[in-house]
């Protein structure tokens, strides 16, 4: 497979350039330069066929101009240790939770895939690659657990002032690990902008072999879509109605993840998730993106450390406008339905979900007359483990959910060996110790 820019379909770079080299020249993000027929492989897996199989064989067919099957399998073994789990709540609904990962959070599919991608690369090219990243501590802790044991592979965490948690000390650059977590003093912005001051100067980009770990990076949006193919082969042969897929709107990286799954061939009715500012319901009840109203000639590059994936969603609806109002529904969600949505699954289900998997659950509910069309079944994205939400959970229903100790122990505040200003220089010092 090979990839072009959302701003320029006309250059291709491979996969393992474009998640080494994550942000285009031109400012905009890749995405696959043309559609893949995965079909043969996404019907001949069914519920007996492991996540990771299922994995290493999409990447195999996916990006076999570049890696052999063995190293493909290779990256996905090694990548999914731990894999989603599909629970059936009632005849018309799902929920896969995607929390059972070694953070407790989705991002651990992507993060961990992208890390053990990049160093079968790196390892094949002889060299090096350091990810700058902005955390409060979730990321963090993703990148972490994903790269130890990484010969080729270090990090600079930053974190936030007071935020510092999610690793452990032999994760350290100074323990012998390859994680070096550094305290900013200042709040997440400053975090932000002191990132941002880095991956726009091109010249350390290149001199550090620096690369991102965050949704501007393909190789960490593209393993999301192999989520929605698991699914359809272990429902397949159960359900055979219509099937929905329901997920929160976030930054859009998993909605753009099941628009490419679709691309790949998968069976799919439909996406339903909350609007948003961007992603509206118009007067006709159908999708509409209002930043399609601004060129991109007319836009600034786009983020690198804070993405959002908008210009992936137009980039799949300009070359398949039909998409647009024939597979994505969002729907307008109030704080008020979405702690119904919570309270409805709790009494009804005894299921805990977490805030953002309530708003896109209650969604669903918005959207009901679609979804029970036809014997239709919809399944539930659950993102993060609930347990890190018990006081907003607690107080929805009056109850907690349980946190296991090995995510509890994420949570664990960290008091920081390393402490800098909000300055480039400090930084460029810090990549300059490591590189």
Known sequence: MRFVSTRNNKEQVSFSQAILHCIAPDGGLYVPAYTENLSPWIMYMDNTTSFSSIAGSLTSALIKEEFSPIICEAIASKAFPFSPKIKKIDERLYIMELYHGPTGTNKDFGVSYLASCLEHILLMQERQAIVLAVTEGDTGSCIAAAFREKKHLKSVLLYSKGSMRGFKDSDCVWNGGNIYPVEVDGDIEACYKLARAIYSDTTLVEKYGLTLANTVNIGRLLPHSFLYMYAFSQLKNQEYGDLYYTLPATN?????????????SLPVNGFVTNST???????????????????????????????SNIERLEEVFTTNPAVLKGLVYPANVTETEQREAFQKLFVDYNEFVDPLTAKAYAASLKRNALTSEDDGVTLLLAGDHPGFYTDTLKHWCGEEPTLPPELKEICRPITPEKRIGCDKDSLIAILEEIK
């Open 252 to 264: 859009y990286g998993n909605l753009v993840a099941g628009l490419y799954s679709w691309k790949f």
């Open 277 to 307: 500012p961007s992603v509206i319901v118009d007067p006709f009840g159908e999708c509409s993106i209002l930043d399609s109203m601004v060129p991109l000639s007319l836009r600034g590059p786009s983020d690198p450390v804070n993405p």
